[in-house]
């Protein structure tokens, strides 16, 4: 039984997907390390209007970032008082933010503007 000779073109094919793999991956990585837009909320609480949140929650829609857990549990209780159903969340800069399902985040953020 005689074998093909090979020079080593076979190995051309796994050299450029390995290569365009790390091209790849060098790319994404570097996306991934520059900063995001700034925050440019005011100090105390915010309603949200047309700037939306950067983080990701899923179902919920930020309805108010406030700086203190006392403030949030204030709004959800308002909220509650609506028949509104909220939670809160810790973002990344400490604040706390309270949410509401997609269907409601109007009447909240009306809600918490007006109070």
Do not use: N
């Not at 990701?56 to 909220?79: F, M």
């Not at 028949?83 to 809160?88: E, F, M, S």
């Amino acid at each position: 039984m005689h074998m093909a000779t090979s020079d080593g073109w076979y190995l051309i094919g796994p050299l450029i997907a390995v290569g365009l793999v790390g091209f790849l991956g060098a790319v994404f990585w570097r996306m991934g390390l520059q900063p995001g837009p700034p925050d440019g909320l005011a100090d105390g609480l915010a309603i949200f209007g047309e700037h939306g949140e950067p983080e990701d929650y899923g179902l919920l829609w930020p309805a108010a970032v406030t700086d203190g857990p006392e403030v949030a549990d204030e709004i959800r209780r308002l909220l509650s008082d609506a028949g509104i159903r909220a939670t809160k969340a810790t973002r990344r800069d400490g604040r706390v933010c309270v949410l509401v399902f997609a269907e409601e985040v109007e009447e909240a953020r009306r809600l918490v503007g007006s109070s």
